[in-house]
């Protein structure tokens, strides 16, 4: 039967279970949550270890820029293709390959000789990240048939994501700091085998629809599709000419090759993804709502850290404990994420989470070159909370709404689209960051022009000619630098307000409430392989997503 959740053959023993029988499914999700908190770190602990790796390695620039961006390059690219693969052939063994390439790739990262084994073993583990991060959420949308226990879970899941990248630099500070470079992958290794051990003892097996054969074209030309259009964001995000061949031929092949992927779809009798869910207005507007929340926060966060380390003067481990209060509110948010979507419905919550982060964006621009650690930690604790409200109830939104069967195409959509999102806004909100710094630098007394058009590409850049100048002028330059970013960080800021904003007009289309659900197990029907009829409730077949609302 299509979406049947299965146990799997011969691993019903043993397997901690529920009262009523059927795999535990809080169980399940501490061992989902532990992977997700590890794929999660490892898109932002690099960061504090790239100094060390310039100094050991020895890459150029480009193959720095490789090193760090080509696993959520991959990661991005290929989340459709393993979670609609995961749908068919079984979403547990996606995900237990996943862990195994993902720990076999860490190894290989964290002992690498030179920067092109290092770029290939961040490629593998894009690899073994896309593996895991649609299974997880679609293993839990199965395991979790009701919709108030789905929420609860949801809102686990999507605040140990958010911990996962907020502690990345944090804990990548402290291993740095203490070991060698290496070793914000090392620590990869051991959780990787212990949750293949643990991953193929209690997760139960699960898939969708088998009628037809796969698209494996679909699913090539739809992960060329994003890797262009997350090539060429990213290039404009590191700087790149907005119009060049270098951006602007990424994008274009991408959105065409999108489109194609689009019109085969609903060609096909039996599609990677059914594209008639982008017109249920709860599905296709929690997808716009995951892009417009982290397009109007991603970029921002990366400018926050630069404020904190190069205006403030903060140490990377002391920018990472800076952001802790931003981690503690999201974490609370999804934890209390169930109750407040009862209470307030999907609506009213994701709109309530927009309109709350950004005044907390707004407040923030009362930041100056001076520290003010109550004003930044208070901030930061409502734009932890907004945020990740808006994400938690446009995630358990767009899940509920998709059929279970293709639970794995809705978790690949709904993470591409925020991988989107986070390209789109470093690169949109990092533009509007450039044009705001450069004016204040086109004239300095005492700097030659030449010196203040080549501090105008950066403050980092600013800096460093600023170290070549006499005292005065080094002065007058990182002051001017200094001031010019404090002032580009506020027309941000106010940019990613009016972007927040419209995200909170987009979620009015969501529905008013949160349906009670009558997505049951059935049990009398779902069967698991190798267990007897109705002994999987909380693993069955739930009936289709918004059958209640």
């Known amino acids: 039967m299509s979406g049947t959740t299965t146990s799997g053959k011969g691993r019903t023993a043993g397997v901690p279970r529920l009262p009523g029988g059927g795999v535990n499914r809080w169980t399940v999700l501490i061992v989902l949550c532990v992977s997700l908190l590890f794929v999660a770190l490892d898109t932002t602990i690099l960061y504090v270890a790239v100094p060390s790796v310039t100094e050991d390695l020895r890459p150029g620039p480009v193959e720095l820029l490789w090193i760090v961006d080509i696993y959520p390059l991959i990661a991005a690219s290929l989340l459709i293709l393993f979670g609609t693969l995961g749908d068919r052939v079984g979403r547990r063994r996606i995900l237990l390959l996943g862990y195994g390439l993902f720990g076999l790739a ?7 000789p030179n920067p092109q084994i290092l770029m290939t073993a961040r490629a593998l583990l894009g690899i073994g990240g896309a593996m895991i991060m649609p299974a997880t959420l679609s293993i839990l949308r199965q395991v979790f048939p009701d919709r108030r226990e789905r929420a609860v879970a949801i809102g686990v899941w999507s605040a140990v994501a958010a911990v996962g990248a907020a502690v990345g630099p944090v804990l990548g500070g402290f291993l740095v700091e203490n070991f060698w470079w290496g070793s914000v992958f090392l620590i990869n290794i051991p959780m990787m085998a212990a949750m293949l051990l643990i991953g193929r003892w209690l997760l139960p097996e699960s898939r969708g629809e088998r009628n037809g054969p796969w698209d494996v074209i679909g699913a090539i030309v739809a992960a060329l599709g994003v890797l262009g259009v997350v090539l060429g ?85 002391e920018t990472g404990l800076r952001m802790l209060p931003l981690v503690f509110a999201a974490m609370a948010a999804g934890l209390t994420g169930s109750k407040l979507l009862q209470a307030l419905g999907p609506r009213a919550m994701v709109s309530f989470g927009f309109v709350l982060t950004a005044a907390a964006v707004l407040c923030l621009t009362a930041m100056t070159s001076h520290d003010r650690p109550w004003l ?54 990092g533009s509007v960051m450039n044009a705001a710094y450069a004016p204040g630098l086109t004239h300095v007394d005492g700097v030659p022009a030449k010196t203040s058009a080549s501090a105008a590409h950066s403050l980092g850049e600013a800096y460093k000619v600023a170290a070549g100048l006499g005292e005065s002028a080094k002065e007058a330059l990182r002051i001017a630098a200094r001031d010019s970013f404090v002032r580009g960080l506020h027309i941000t800021l106010v940019a990613s307000a009016v972007l927040l904003l419209v995200g909170a007009g987009i979620a009015l289309r969501l529905p008013r409430r949160a349906a009670e659900s009558t997505e049951r197990a059935e049990g009398d029907t779902g069967t698991a392989e190798g267990a007897p009829a109705g002994a999987g409730r909380g693993t069955g077949e739930p009936a289709p997503a918004g059958s209640g609302r």
């Open 376 to 429: 930044l930690s208070g901030g930061f604790v409502l734009l932890g909370f907004g945020f990740q409200s808006t994400l938690f109830g446009a995630y358990e939104s767009m899940l509920s709404e998709a059929p279970a069967e293709q639970s794995g195409g809705a978790a690949a959509i709904g993470e591409t689209s925020y991988q989107l999102g986070a390209g789109i806004g470093v690169a949109l909100l």
């Open 233 to 317: 964001v990213k290039r404009i995000g590191s700087g790149a000419a907005l119009v060049g061949p270098t951006t602007l031929l990424p994008i274009a092949l991408g959105v065409a090759l999108l489109l194609l992927f689009v019109r085969r779809q609903r060609r096909r009798t039996h599609p990677l993804i059914d594209m008639r869910l982008f017109a249920r207005p709860a599905f296709g507007t929690s997808v716009g709502c995951i892009v417009l929340a982290m397009l109007a926060l991603v970029g921002l966060q990366l400018i926050a850290v630069q404020y904190l380390q190069l205006v403030l003067g903060l140490s990377p481990l």
């Open 106 to 112: 860490s190894a290989v990262a964290a002992l690498a």
